[in-house]
């Protein structure tokens, strides 16, 4: 008798990875219940898809060479679906999820056999193959069946649904891949979430046992975890009030006050549970790689797990690469359902709705899940639209959702509780009050004159004081380069951070800032600043921008001053450039924001007073804003509307690049790239890329080129731009002269 394998490399029989494939999904049964409310039966049919999704790579040709074999073993495995006593309804569902399991159905559509004598003749020469290991199938997978029943199932009378009939080797060839495709058409909007979750936990079930993996991972007590930390008796008000909350919640709380760890107790009282351990899926959401990166370092030393705090981003492999971390795995993982609290940005959420990937997946993880969003004011409006739209179709899956901020303005919280009702937790002045750290005063001036300014302000001196060095805030890449070479043609040792740096380049320049940070007079940085890098500066001189933009900004000053009230002075020029009505197109908040501040000259800057100032430099553009970002909500519902179950979506390169730009290699680093790639070293490549906004792409597009023609350089843009590791990414095209 000739075995069936259902994996190579290594070896792997069809009625062990069946069993795998069966073990996460019951273990995604007893975690995940709330999915039964959501379809009733939904894991009974899923059982079934699992059993028998694979059944069709018992063909000859697909055990002799499974990448030359030139078929789709799912279209040999769905006719088996006629053997299960159910109904045409359940028998369809579980058919469509195992056709689609690898492929989405328009993507199997010109090879589906119907209406095609061609098509259906392979179909019937394929089925020939598969039954050349008849002996196999009755004897060694199907009478294993009952046993993978009762195992699953765990009762004593579990369903007996798989009946083979004497003459199953004719009725194979029977079967109508064209009904089901209609009954798909005519169906779809009744059973759009039934398949939704039908193919999502086959995917995740699969996935994850062709990983090595036989149950999901699920989180420890966070409330006993944080009592390590901290004990119950030294909590925060606010934070005690989080952790005895149900339900949706707005969480208002100066900088310092301790939000991430009231999250987590939210979390902790919101969980489905599994026994004692936290069974809900928890995303952890932030606007920038940086603060993703820096939350994920800090949960795992809550953790003390990799395998239970994840990180998605764009760049993530890289992060896990580079921080010694088991990458290979570990991205794995972190895109599967296994992983149980993960930090990530609202793109990789956004795929769910947009269909982009394996997106039945992602839904059915959020099903149930807890979302926590942090800074959510940073959004632009249409990214704000769309995660209002993302908001209403979780809560219809049983999500609940958190948004915790500093600087929330009024017509963005008018939003959100539109979407949905909240509840709100907000810091009482008195205590807010605790957390003020800066002294603001309004500089009549510009970075124009930034010598002038070092002197007449005392910034140097200050620097010395404190022992650290100050920070100037510029808006535009441009402006932070001038004032850089200014200051160091002044004689200051001064270092320059902004987003056109390559990522190995940047990383050493934080890795300088950290080690020997007292060597520095000045850093000159752009918005990268208020994201990146935990370490306190001096004092700061910044251009003007939106008052919720500075205040992050001056975040970077004084940062501990709420443990000892020790209060520093902040500088914020009234000037800015020309440049800064292209960054900031709505410029009214900026010069109000100015404004407030000049009302504000020479005080402290009251916690308590920083959210209705934030919503006063706002309300100049707020019924704008909302405009916009309720016309953007709109058009991402409609978007979502047309998004199918088991149907190809948006495709992952080209839904990146319309929310996040593009990256590309300085000329001057192109052959290493290349040589890398050669040498089979394509993840260090990495550090060679630097962050391109899509104006300098379109303004200079002759200066842009693939890396290769083939291969693994083709997906690499390089940019014949100057570029050097002091100043970065300049807009000048490339003159020539060695840079390495």
Known sequence: MKLCYAKFNPHNYLECHTLDVINVLKSLKKAMPWLEELSPGIFELSFYSALLHDIGKCASGFQRNPRKWGYRHELLSVPFVQFLDYGKREKNLIALAILTHHKTLDDLEPILPVRDESLSLEFYEKLEELLERTEYLEWMFIPRIPNMEAYYFGTRRPPKRFKLPSDWREKLQDFDFQALKEWYEESLDEERLVLTLMRGLLNASDHLASAGETSIALLPDIGERLELRIPRGKLRPLQVKASEHCGNLILKAPTGYGKTEAALLWANKNAFRSGKEIASRIFYVLPYKASINAMHRRLLGIF?????????????????????????????????????????????????????????????????????????????????????????????????????????????????????????????????????????????????????????????????????????????????????????????????????????????????????????????????????????????????????????????????????????????????????????????????????????????????????????????????????????????????????????????????????????????????????????????????????????????????????????????????????????????????????
């Open 304 to 740: 003390s797990d990799q395998e239970l705090v994840g990180v998605l981003h764009s760049s993530a492999g890289f992060y896990l690469y580079s921080s010694s971390l088991g990458y290979r795995r570990l991205s794995s993982l972190y895109q599967k359902v296994y992983t149980p609290l993960k930090v990530t940005t609202p793109f990789q959420l956004m795929k769910a709705f947009f269909g982009v990937g394996f997106h039945e997946m992602l839904k059915t993880e959020l099903a149930g899940s807890l979302l926590i969003f942090d800074e959510i004011h940073a959004y632009e409006p249409n990214i704000l639209g769309i995660i209002l739209a993302m908001l209403e179709e979780v809560a219809r899956l049983k999500a609940k959702v958190m948004i915790m901020t500093a600087t929330l303005p009024d017509f963005l919280e008018g939003l959100i509780r539109e979407t949905l009702p909240f509840g709100e937790l907000k810091t009482p002045p008195e205590e807010a009050d605790n957390f003020t750290r800066h002294r603001v005063h309004a500089i009549d001036g510009s970075m124009d004159s930034v010598e002038e300014l070092v002197e007449e302000l005392g910034l140097h001196r200050k620097v010395r004081e404190n022992s650290g060095p100050a920070l100037i805030a510029c808006n535009s890449v441009d402006r932070a380069v001038a004032t850089y070479n200014t200051l160091k043609e002044r004689g200051f040792n001064v270092l320059l951070l902004h987003s056109r740096f390559t990522h190995g380049d940047r990383e050493r320049k934080e890795r300088a800032l950290l080690e020997r940070m007292t060597d520095y007079d000045f850093v000159v940085a752009t918005q990268v600043v208020e994201v990146s890098l935990d370490v306190s500066f001096s004092t700061i001189l910044t251009e003007p921008a939106p008052l919720d933009a500075l205040v992050q900004r001056f975040g970077r000053v004084n940062r501990q001053g709420w443990r000892n009230g020790r209060i520093e002075d902040v500088y914020v020029l009234t000037k800015g450039s020309e440049a800064d009505r292209k960054i900031y197109k709505d410029y009214g908040v900026v010069e109000e924001s100015v404004k407030l501040l000049e009302e504000l000259d020479g005080k402290e800057l009251r916690e308590s007073l920083v959210p209705e100032l934030v919503s006063r430099a706002y309300s100049v553009i707020s019924e704008k804003l909302t405009g916009e970002v309720q016309d953007y909500k709109k058009r991402a519902k409609e978007v979502f509307n047309s998004v199918k179950p088991l149907i190809k979506g948006e495709d992952e390169r080209k839904f990146y690049e319309m929310f996040n730009g593009l990256e590309a290699v300085p000329g001057a680093y192109a052959g290493e790239a290349l040589r890398l790639i050669e040498r089979g070293m394509g993840i260090e490549t990495h550090r060679y890329l630097v962050p391109v906004p899509m104006w300098l792409y379109w303004a200079e597009s002759d200066s842009f080129h693939r890396l290769s023609d083939r291969g693994a350089g083709k997906h690499i843009l390089v940019a014949e731009l100057e570029y050097s590791p002091e100043t970065g990414l300049l807009r000048e095209p490339l003159t020539g002269g060695d840079m390495l």
